[in-house]
């Protein structure tokens, strides 16, 4: 199954030449989910080569234009495509007078589904059918903000040797998977335990424009692939403070203290001609991978550990 970010725009505030307003497809397994679409997002998942019948369901962080204003041409692209699966949007509740005039910008005939589901206060979200738990957690921005957490249940990873030595193979594993136990021809029992071993489940988070906070800490910590907002250098330390944003060096102690596996830095100010500063300063503080984001690239998420 597929485990990756597509990354469709890392431009803060203002496309340039090279970089498009923000946008990013979280592909895993069979979900879709797009965060904070920027315009011209629709045209960017042309560009990767990714239908929009692939999204199941929108991440809205908070209401500034960089961060939402695709979302009227995502919305009729999906509607245009038939995907057979309702789409789920997710966004802070204080701005439902955008997302509405956004959903309705303009005529269009919907055949999809698209459930509304406003966030009034963080914790854990709705969301049936999924193979993990998407979180929301209060950021620190001139208004309303939130990141994004998907955590994937531990599991159990089965050992051939093991199975091998109990007999078992084909339709048999499966019903041990399912019934956790299994009674054998010899009237002996093997459970599931005896021939496996915990699986941790994988996790990835998504954070947009905040200042350092609290939020930012609980979203990072222990995750395999880190998304995070790096606007600002430190010599424009202050600047970052008085909009609400995060410099690359605290987003590479972020990644430190938080004992992240793959630290993925984007949303880049306009008055940053290359990101090469932006990496040099979070290596200052975190020794792990790091990749900087660029538009239409693709970062797997790690295997496991």
Known sequence: MQRELVVLGTASQ???????HNGYLLL???EGLLFDPGEGTQRQLLHAGVSASAITRICVTHFHGDHCLGLPGIIQRINLDR??????????????DFFDRLRHASVFHETV??????????GELKAPGAPFTL??????????????RLTEPDGRRLLPERLAAHGLAGP????LQREGALTLEDGSTVTLEQVSEPRRGQSAAFVMDTRLCEGVA???EGVDLL?????FLEPDARLARDHGHLTAAEAGRTAAEAGVRRLVLTHFSQRYADTAGHLAEARKHFDGEIVLAEDLGRVPVPNRA
């Open 28 to 30: 895993w397994d069979g």
């Open 218 to 220: 609980r979203l990072a």
């Open 135 to 148: 979180e929301a957690v209060r950021l620190s921005h001139p208004v309303e903000s939130f990141g994004y």
């Open 172 to 175: 048999a594993v499966g019903r």
């Open 113 to 122: 589904e698209l459930r509304p589901e406003p966030i009034v206060h963080p």
């Open 83 to 96: 995907p057979p699966h309702e789409v789920t949007a997710y966004y802070p509740a204080s701005g439902q």
């Open 227 to 231: 998304v995070i907002e790096s606007t």
């Open 14 to 20: 203002v496309p340039t030449r090279t970089r498009n």
